[in-house]
Nanobody, 120 residues
Framework: QEKLVESGGGLVQPGGSLRLSCVAR????????MSWFRQAPGKQRELVAA???????NYLDSVKGRFTISRDNTKNTVYLQMNSLKPEDTALYYC??????????????WGQGTQVTVSS
């Protein structure tokens, strides 16, 4: 079964940095857009950053200049480098990818989430 596995979350102080990773596993033919979402308690899930197969990027306004999304297609991995972290960045971060698996059609897949907590 195809799946996304996130890692890199944790507790960090305001102003600190964290790097999230998400690896797509399974019989994968192609991966289109990969992205990061986040959801804080009591709030809707929001798109943080996205990157296309052509490496065009899109960011949530509040993270522009602080976060950088990138991908390594040879490793089927997407990263989110988070700098100058703020308490408002505290959330469960989810990886999402548009995947074409072997024998099956294109579909979106979600990771199970990795917790990022920014606090003193």
């Amino acid at each position: 079964q195809e799946k996304l596995v996130e890692s890199g979350g944790g507790l960090v102080q305001p102003g600190g940095s964290l790097r999230l990773s998400c690896v797509a596993r399974g019989r994968i033919v192609a991966i289109n857009t990969m992205s990061w979402f986040r959801q804080a308690p009591g709030k809707q899930r929001e798109l943080v950053a996205a990157i296309t197969s052509g490496e065009s990027t899109n960011y949530l306004d509040s993270v522009k200049g602080r976060f950088t999304i990138s991908r390594d297609n040879t490793k089927n991995t997407v990263y989110l480098q988070m700098n100058s972290l703020k308490p408002e960045d505290t959330a469960l971060y989810y990886c999402n990818a548009e995947i074409k698996p072997l024998w099956r059609g294109l579909n979106n897949y979600w990771g199970q989430g990795t917790q990022v907590t920014v606090s003193s």
